[in-house]
Every structure is written in structure tokens, then in C-alpha cells.
């Protein structure tokens, strides 16, 4: 079964530092991985995808994400915070069961301080 | 611009009162889809529709209904709310079932249970 697990469901940086949000996933095929944002009472939202091209994805925002295999590992990055990336990430992992789907880590609530 | 709506974004109802959600798009997308998200919690897949193909997951509550009469719009039923299913419902579309990587979420509909 495919699956993501996050690491920290509570990660605090100051503004400017580097973000650093983890997911490892678990996967017997090749996976498909997604890294998406959630705003307070709001939707999801992409901000970048990994579908098997380049393991060094970017994003909106200015995230970025790698993959790697030996790892198991699809990290989420962002150099320098700004206070407008508070906010919930979600990584997760897309499976196929008759039809695609995806299965969601648990989460990791950014807050940045000033 | 193409979009995803859900209506109303907070809905109130009584505990037994059926209720029913709203989520339309413009994308033209086949599939959409229905999550419950809990507080804290990643987004739960309930069902989807390829089309006018309904899929429920295994451990979707048989209180829970969903209804696509268009391409356009899909509702959400819940029959009988209790104290449970209060809860952010989103909605999610894709262009299709196999091809399509990303799902495009609307804003959520907040439902408290009184």
C-alpha cells in the first residue's frame, strides 16, 4: 500500500530562515507526489508536483521539492520564510484504485515568527 | 477564470436534520470528488464520480450520499447529521480519471452540528 508520513505536525521558523518540511512516503511502484497548502478556512491548494521528470521540483511561492528514491524522501524547501507561508502543508502520495486518488499525510502547521 | 465553488462555505444544522452541500466547476473536469476533513486532521476521501460513475470508498458512512445530476455540479447529502460529522467538506476535481495528476479543490464548506 502507498502511504506519506510527515514529520512534525508543528514546525516553527523565523522570518527569512530556511522552511524545511518533511514527508517520506512508502510506495511499491514509482509514486506520483504532491505537496499542497492550506490556508486557514480554505481549500488546498498545488503547490508543486512530482510525476517521475526532473527530482528537483518547483513550485509556486517559491518552494521547492526533491525526490529522492534512496530516501524514500520528498522534502519541501523554501529558502527564506515570509510571513504569508503560515499556513498547513500537506504532502501526499497518488494511488490507483480503479481510480486515481490521493492519500494525505497528516500535516505540518508553519507558523513564522517575526 | 475556472474554477471550483462550493456553497454555502459555513452551514449550521441540527443534529438528525438532513443537510446538503453544493460544489459546481468550470473546469470541465469528469471527475470531482468529496472529502471530510476534521479538524487537525488530512482530508478523508469519501467518494467520487468519473462521470456519472459513482465510487464509494469502503468506510464511507451509509449516512452519506452524493448525487451528480451534470458535469457541472455534485452535492453532498448527509442524512442524518450527528455530533461526528461536523467538519470541513471539500470538494476536488480532475480532469479525468487516469491521466490527470492534479486535483483542484474548492474553498470548503464549514459544517457545524448543533
Known amino acids: 500500500a502507498q502511504s506519506v508520513t510527515q514529520l512534525g505536525s508543528h514546525v516553527s521558523v523565523s522570518e527569512g530562515a530556511l522552511v524545511l518540511l518533511r514527508c517520506n512516503y512508502s510506495?511499491?511502484?514509482?509514486?506520483?507526489l504532491f505537496w499542497y497548502v492550506q490556508y486557514p478556512n480554505q481549500g488546498l491548494q498545488l503547490l508543486l508536483k512530482y510525476t517521475s521528470a526532473a527530482t528537483l521540483v518547483k513550485g509556486i511561492n517559491g518552494f521547492e521539492a526533491e525526490f529522492k528514491k534512496s530516501e524514500t524522501s520528498f522534502h519541501l524547501t523554501k529558502p527564506s520564510a515570509h510571513m504569508s507561508d503560515a499556513a498547513e502543508y500537506f504532502c501526499a502520495v497518488r494511488i490507483i484504485q480503479g481510480a486515481q486518488k490521493l492519500v494525505f499525510g497528516q500535516g505540518t502547521r508553519l507558523t513564522i515568527n517575526p | 477564470d475556472a474554477m471550483v465553488i462550493q456553497n454555502p462555505r459555513y452551514q449550521v444544522t441540527q443534529f438528525g436534520k438532513p443537510v446538503t452541500l453544493s460544489c459546481s466547476q468550470t473546469l470541465n473536469h469528469n471527475v470531482m470528488y468529496w472529502y471530510q476533513q476534521k479538524s487537525s486532521q488530512a482530508p478523508k476521501l469519501l467518494f467520487h464520480?468519473?462521470?456519472?460513475?459513482?465510487?464509494n470508498e469502503a468506510d464511507t458512512p451509509d449516512n452519506f450520499q452524493s448525487r451528480r445530476p451534470n458535469t457541472s455540479f455534485c452535492f453532498l447529502d448527509i442524512r442524518s447529521p450527528g455530533l461526528g460529522d461536523a467538519a470541513m467538506y471539500l470538494c476536488?476535481?480532475?480532469?479525468?480519471?487516469?491521466?490527470?495528476?492534479?486535483?483542484?479543490f474548492g474553498p470548503g464548506t464549514r459544517l457545524t452540528v448543533t
Open positions: 476536488a476535481t480532475s480532469r479525468d480519471r487516469w491521466n490527470s495528476y492534479e486535483q483542484y
Open positions: 510506495s511499491s511502484v514509482p509514486p506520483y
Open positions: 464520480y468519473y462521470d456519472k460513475d459513482f465510487n
